[in-house]
């Protein structure tokens, strides 16, 4: 596949999320808009094979383009479109090297700097939660470090607790200041509400804030 082909293909795949976007309506069960069945499902096909073609699965591209449109609501496909357009910028901006006629790309050091690309590309939604993920795994990073439970036991499973929760035991247990902690909060919950579809909740300065915030806060609070 030449780079060429790379960049059709990626063309068509945007242009598809747009049109399954447009064509969202809200059910008879649910007022929030819901992509088409159809238009969903081949959306979710074609974007997943063509991401492990080009990136493998092992991608955070390709983790998160899975998670996020697990299923047909117009905020999952938002961000699927994020996703994608990140990806058009990526190869289109020529920040690939080709291997045996495989494709592999290593163009975001980790998650927050997709997040920043996304908000540069004027996506603050889809920016804010995965900043907020980033967040919450480094939550989870703290607890095992400092030995601090991160599940539950609910009828016999394993349950992972809430970010909420293991912020309160991080701050408790001395991990970091109780400025941190409502910094930490209020970040979740910007987190939640694009998450949730709560679009008007909050402006794209506060995801610029947020988004600031978190990586001083991962790279000042270590395990």
């Not at 990626?10 to 159809?38: C, F, Y």
């Not at 699965?57 to 905020?75: N, P, V």
């Not at 939604?125 to 599940?151: F, I, K, M, W, Y």
Request: charged share 25%.
């Amino acid at each position: 596949m030449t780079l060429k082909d790379l960049e059709t293909r990626i063309d068509q795949l945007v242009a598809q999320a747009e049109i399954a976007l447009r064509n969202a309506r809200p059910s008879q069960h649910s007022s929030t808009p819901a992509m088409q069945a159809e238009q969903w499902t081949a959306l979710r096909a074609s974007g997943l094979a063509f991401i492990e073609s080009t990136f493998g699965r092992g991608h955070s591209y390709y983790g998160e383009f899975d998670k996020k449109l697990s299923d047909a609501w117009d905020y999952h496909g938002k961000y699927a479109l994020g996703i994608l357009t990140a990806i058009r910028d990526h190869i289109k901006g020529g920040w690939i090297e080709t291997t045996k006629g495989l494709v592999t790309a290593e163009v975001f050091a980790d998650f927050l700097e997709m997040a920043e690309h996304l908000l540069e590309q004027k996506y603050k939604d889809p920016a804010a939660v995965v900043a907020g993920s980033v967040l919450e795994e480094h939550l989870r990073q703290l607890c095992t470090a400092g030995s601090l439970p991160v599940e539950d036991l609910s009828s016999g499973k394993a349950v992972p607790r809430k970010a909420d929760t293991l912020n309160a035991d991080l701050a408790k247990a001395g991990k970091y200041t109780k400025l941190d902690q409502k910094s930490v909060t209020a970040w979740l919950d910007l987190r939640n509400k694009a998450a949730h579809g709560k679009y008007t909740e909050y402006t794209n300065e506060q995801v610029v804030l947020m988004l600031a915030g978190v990586r001083d806060f991962v790279s000042r609070v270590r395990p």
